[in-house]
């Protein structure tokens, strides 16, 4: 894939075009959709697309979802802020970069050795995530509603090989949410920036190391042309999700099937993306390392066992938070991750070592 071309989609130079309002004709509606991908981006940006097209079919045209990809309307990290203020009806990305306006916003993303992607799922329909999550947007006016998974992600493109915890200290890396905190309390110093921004800064030096999503995105973005030193798997990001936002008041007076589709199709579209993922994550690994000469490497000890520690300190530090939602969501975030843990690691995790240990075909 033309790198080049994500660049140029994601109109990072912040550029913002005139907002038009939203479409009503004999009782149709078209609803403007902003997100944090560059347009046909691998699994990300053709995942909001589709999911989009859906709702659009689904309801025979009454609800037309028009997408617009990062920095057509606003720039890629304004794109709640334009579900807030109105400029927009939806938007798509992830919830931990806007955990400046809730620190709990961030769990529902993806948490340093916190929930797989299938765990974070049971608590947020089954184990009182969705309520909670539900009253921190209440804030803001506006809905959320988990839209893609990208399953457990990679750790990062590293200039430089890491010989162990000293060689993060002073690390400029690019790293989002709660996994960033994490690095920091490693040593390094950590930005967040859109996709389309990460090659030019790595290409220029301003960062040392960056990680976006895995191998079908990491391709794409072409990261592979200046670090070759690819690092898995990630422990800050063990299952991350995307989410589509909604204005909460537009969304309650749609008629009830119309909400049923929105719904009903987020939660289909985290089940496709997350297959889309796994199919071609290992065959875009394929090629960076065979076409482009990538090394995969695995985080030493010191620095998982430190990323660990880390981690534990931050859920106490935002369990004993002064404000009262965060307190509340990581309470029951872990209260949800000690019993389903047990599952994954019990059966699925004691599974996958034995079919490791004595199976191939």
């Not at 006016?141 to 998974?149: E, N, P, Y």
């Not at 920036?193 to 030019?200: D, V, Y």
């Not at 995105?217 to 990261?223: E, K, Q, R, T, Y």
């Amino acid at each position: 894939m033309d790198r080049r071309s994500f660049i140029k989609a994601a109109g990072l130079a912040g550029g913002t075009a005139a907002l038009a309002a939203p479409a009503i004709a004999q009782g149709n509606m078209t609803w403007r959709m902003v997100t944090t991908w560059p347009k046909n981006f691998p699994g990300l940006g053709v995942g909001a697309q589709r999911l989009a097209d859906r709702i659009t079919a689904a309801s025979n045209g009454r609800l037309t979802v028009q997408v617009y990809s990062a920095g057509e309307l606003v720039p890629p990290l304004q794109s709640l802020d334009a579900v807030i203020d109105g400029s927009a009806e939806m938007s798509h990305g992830a919830a931990y970069y806007w955990q400046n306006k809730s620190q709990g916003l961030a769990f529902f993303t993806g948490v340093p050795y916190g929930m797989t992607s299938r765990e974070l799922a049971a608590w947020v329909r089954y184990m009182g995530g969705q309520e909670v999550w539900d009253e921190i947007y209440d804030q803001f006016g506006v809905q959320g509603f988990l839209s893609g998974d990208t399953g457990t992600q990679a750790g990062g493109w590293f200039r430089d090989e890491l010989s162990g915890l000293d060689s993060v200290e002073g690390l400029r890396f690019r790293t989002p949410g709660l996994g960033g905190r994490v690095w920091e309390k490693l040593g390094a110093t950590v930005t967040n920036m859109a996709a389309g921004e990460i090659f030019q800064a790595l290409q220029s030096g301003t960062l040392d190391a960056a990680e976006f999503v895995g191998p079908y995105n990491d391709l794409a973005l072409g990261f592979y042309q200046v670090c070759k030193n690819y690092y898995f798997p990630s422990f800050v990001e063990p299952g991350l999700a995307t989410e589509l936002v909604v204005s909460k008041a537009k969304y309650q007076e749609l008629p009830s099937d119309l909400q049923a589709i929105i719904k009903d199709v987020c939660q289909a579209e985290y089940d496709q993306v997350a297959s889309d993922f796994y199919a071609n994550d290992p065959r875009a690994l394929q090629t960076l390392v065979n076409d482009h000469g990538v090394n995969v490497r695995t985080f030493p000890d010191d620095i998982l066992e430190a990323g660990a520690k880390a981690a534990a300190e931050i859920m106490g530090e935002l369990r004993d938070s002064g404000d009262a939602l965060t307190k509340k969501t990581t309470e029951s975030f872990i209260e949800a991750l000690n019993i389903l843990r047990t599952r994954t690691e019990g059966t699925d995790g004691a599974f996958v070592a034995a079919r490791e240990k004595f199976f191939s075909i």
